[in-house]
């Protein structure tokens, strides 16, 4: 599957209302626990509320990638994206979030100053900017160091260049099981060995996979490469990107290298 494909696999999502869910995936999802929520009240008024399970958020927009497909030259491989009480209320109380939440999804991101959404420091309130910046600290300060700029200026080169890839597009606080041959995530595997592995292979991209080496599809190199990082059982529980794992040294030694 081409990156094209698999955007027009997305562009076939609806995200006018709620619950947000691929129509290919809707038969495969309809046992899977699951919850619609679309305002912050309406959640923490709820039995949900406090609970950390593998339940799927509805109300929220899935997010099978981030960052820009097109431009990025370092993807990361994830599992799904998490859940916090902060999603619910950016989504449904920041229209700008939400808008670039959308814009990512449409891969509308021509022009933006933080392609990778995530990184962007006007959203440091948000689940997802504490995460990323706090996984990525190190290796920006030493990019900030080595480049002699601000450190909103290493987010913002990062911004531009990172981009991940979700095998299980929707929300959820612990990562669901048995989701893996989902449609979406079917289309997601087909693009990372179709589009991404062997742009790798001749060193256009740096690809990370932090846990689910097998489910991903992504064999190990028979020769080590420094353009595909994999991630082994003494990796994957933490996934580190400090400038000092694997994987944090080939995202700054790639971003390094660019600028």
Known sequence: MRGTEFELFWRRYD?????????????AL??????????????????????????????LHPAP???????????????????????????????????ATEKTLAQDLKGENFPF??????YCWSGAYRWWERKLRDVLSVLAFQKSVRY???????????????????????????LERLPSATAAKEYVRTNLVPRAHRGEITLIVTRQIGNWGVEIPTEPTQDIVL????????????????????????LSASC
């Open 15 to 27: 995200k006018r209302k709620p619950p947000f869910v691929h129509p290919d995936d809707e038969p």
């Open 30 to 59: 309809k046992r899977h626990p699951s919850c619609v929520f679309t305002s912050l009240e309406e959640y923490v008024q709820s039995r949900q509320f406090g609970v950390r399970d593998g339940t799927l958020h509805f109300g």
């Open 65 to 99: 990638f981030s960052g820009d497909l097109t431009t990025a030259d370092i993807f990361v491989l994830l599992l799904n994206p998490g859940f916090d009480t902060v999603d619910i209320y950016g989504e449904y109380s920041v229209p700008e979030f939400r808008r």
């Open 117 to 122: 959404v995530y990184l962007d420091p006007q």
């Open 152 to 178: 909103y200026d290493a987010l913002k080169i990062c911004s531009e260049h990172l981009a991940t890839i979700e095998l299980i597009p929707y929300h959820s606080a612990s990562a669901p099981r048995a």
């Open 231 to 254: 991630y082994d059982t003494g990796l994957t529980r933490g996934a580190p990107l400090t400038s000092s794992s694997p994987g944090g040294a080939a995202i700054l030694r790639r």
